[in-house]
């Protein structure tokens, strides 16, 4: 069995037999004894506090120094009904992703069978032990919980830590007072329908990994570098087996025992839905990557779950407002209006987004306030000194072909000047701007997304449409380039009736540069999960860690330890 399910499975059989908790021949210290020693600890006043420093000051105010009171502990000494339910709660921390181990569920759950017994040693050291220790762990569950485990910034995400923003101590002496204790975890919870759908979805690849191993592929053999519909392949049944437990094939329908062994019908349909729910090219081909793909290790899919699921708990709660995300790894675009009918598909569409080497699309939530039609692309400076100089000394003509101008000030007005060697000169040291003018060769497009941020990363559309054919799709220098913009600016100016499809069209195509404010300006969020469920048919896909983001997460993770 899994480790980590042994560990749950005996967690909850401890927990389940706490009914005999409230026996009556169960010993216990006065609970007067028990706050004494516990306020001694909290004070320094007595060996070995186990409070932790970051959450000391919670612990003090559910320990108020003189006016301590027992939160787990009856009047016997024993543990509550409540004490029982949040055992069974930290217990049940892996179906949110989270391990027992960070809130030393065994150990609580051994003190908690000890003060039930006929224990033999330091009661009161037990029972303060466990008040506290429980105390602790149900502060940091609930904090792991609403904002997760990792700062986001110590990995470079640019989305700040709301653990300070929140009153946790308040939120457990409300649960414990108004007997609400397992609501009070559901709450705090991301209350959003894609940590509720990766929630579902890690119990059944937990189920999957847990389960019997699953036959496996074998690399083809030379000359065969891949399988296509109609070709025999003897491992027909084994890949039937993968497929139906990952759910790309119905898991009731069985392969034939006198099926012949050839990739063909449902197998070449289940190997369509896989490769889509895995960032590939969904043309049925069972080629190397798609080989490797259905190889992957469920344990692997789960850990991707698990850490999706931490960075959902990073977010903020989202406002009423109009919404764009950006999934980066998945390429992929969603916006939404809650204002509109219950029941309306989002807009949706592929994006391209910064190179994994050297460009990378950060990650961030601002607000969307503006677009602009024919938009100058103003090149940044690294672009400037590693590109454009560099062909500009290969090519006379380069800034000629590309519709590019020297200009000195800020702005669209910004006076253009000759580009002499001279200014060429104060261009490479910065005292002049190169940018391209508004047209159909502008790297930008005919529209450009804008919600102001330091990272000058913005949405737009691009002249090279043949690269959203593409699986994967990061080839831009930072900033995110759309598919459809045209539809997304309709998306965007959908309270402005003024703005038809037509007026996009020909504001795109018109003489000058144009920008229209948004009457409902909208949230936008770049945000990075390798693992997802689908807002248009409910699917998980996992794609790859394409800036090695996850294992920087699990890095943090495991240091925390």
């Known amino acids: 069995m899994n480790p980590r399910r042994w560990l749950q499975a005996a967690l909850l059989s401890i927990v389940m037999s706490s009914a005999s908790w409230m026996a009556p021949h169960a010993a216990a210290a006065p609970p007067a004894d028990v706050a004494s020693l516990i306020q001694g600890r909290l004070l320094g006043t007595a060996a070995s506090p186990p409070a932790a420093p970051a959450q000391l000051q919670p612990l003090l105010r559910l320990y108020p120094p003189g006016e301590v009171q027992a939160l787990w502990l009856d009047a016997a000494g024993r543990p509550t009904v409540a004490a029982s339910q949040a055992l069974a709660l930290l217990a049940d921390a892996p179906s949110h992703g989270l391990d027992p181990a960070d809130y030393e569920a065994t150990r609580l759950a051994k003190w908690a069978a000890d003060l039930n017994a006929e224990f033999p040693g330091d009661v009161r050291g037990v029972a303060a032990d466990f008040e506290l220790g429980l105390s602790t762990a149900m502060l940091n569950y609930l904090q792991?919980?609403?904002?997760?485990?990792?700062d986001p910034r110590a990995i470079r995400f640019r989305i700040p830590s709301r653990a300070q923003e929140h009153d946790f101590a308040g939120v457990l002496l409300a649960a414990l007072a108004g007997n609400r204790l397992r609501q009070a975890v559901d709450e705090m919870a991301p209350d959003l329908s894609q940590y509720r759908g990766l929630r579902a979805a890690l119990l059944r690849y937990r189920s999957i990994a847990a389960g019997p191993d699953l036959p496996a592929l074998p690399a083809l053999a030379a000359p065969v570098r891949s399988v296509r519909p109609g070709d025999a392949y003897a491992p027909a049944s084994a890949l039937h087996a993968r497929l139906a437990a990952f759910g790309d094939l119905p898991a009731h329908e069985p392969w034939p025992a006198d099926a012949p062994a050839v990739y063909d019908g449902m197998l070449v349909e289940g190997v369509k839905q896989f490769q889509r729910r895995h960032g590939l090219g969904d043309d049925g081909v069972l080629g190397k990557t798609t080989l490797a793909?259905?190889?992957?290790?469920p344990h692997r899919r789960v850990r991707q779950l698990e850490l999706s699921m931490e960075r959902l708990r990073w977010l903020p709660h989202f406002s009423a407002r109009p919404l764009v995300a950006i999934n980066i790894p998945m390429f992929r675009l969603w916006a939404r209006d809650p204002a509109l009918p219950p029941g309306e598909a989002p807009l949706n569409m592929n994006v391209i987004v910064g190179r994994s080497l050297n460009t990378q699309t950060p990650v961030f939530i601002d607000e969307m306030t503006h677009l602009i039609?024919?938009?100058?692309?103003?090149?940044?400076?690294?672009?400037?000194?590693?590109?454009?100089?560099?062909?500009?000394?290969r090519q006379p003509d380069y800034l000629q072909r590309h519709d590019m101008e020297i200009v000195r000030g800020q702005g669209d007005d910004a006076q253009a000047v000759e580009a002499s060697a001279d200014n060429i000169a104060l261009l490479r040291q910065?005292?002049?701007r190169l940018r391209q003018r508004?047209?159909?060769?502008?790297?930008?497009?005919?529209?450009?997304?804008?919600?102001?941020?330091?990272?000058?990363?913005y949405l737009h559309g691009t002249p090279s449409q043949q690269l959203f054919s593409r699986p994967r799709r990061d080839f831009s220098h930072g900033c995110v380039r759309l598919e459809d913009p045209v539809a997304l600016a309709q998306w965007a100016l959908r309270d402005q009736p003024e703005w038809t499809r037509e007026r996009i069209v020909a504001a795109m195509q018109g003489p000058r540069s144009q920008q229209v404010n948004l009457l409902r300006p909208a949230q936008v969020i770049l945000y990075y999960v390798t693992a997802m469920v689908m807002p248009e048919d409910g699917t998980v896909r996992f794609v790859d860690d394409i800036y090695g983001h996850d294992r920087a997460l699990d890095k943090a993770l495991a240091a925390r330890r």
């Not at 792991?144 to 990792?150: C, K």
């Not at 039609?373 to 000394?393: G, K």
């Not at 508004?438 to 990363?457: I, M």
């Open 144 to 150: 792991h919980l609403h904002v997760g485990r990792v």
């Open 430 to 432: 910065g005292a002049l």
């Open 373 to 393: 039609f024919r938009p100058y692309w103003n090149v940044p400076r690294s672009i400037v000194r590693d590109e454009i100089l560099p062909a500009m000394q």
């Open 293 to 297: 793909a259905l190889q992957v290790p």
């Open 438 to 457: 508004p047209g159909p060769r502008n790297s930008l497009g005919q529209v450009k997304f804008v919600f102001p941020n330091d990272a000058n990363v």
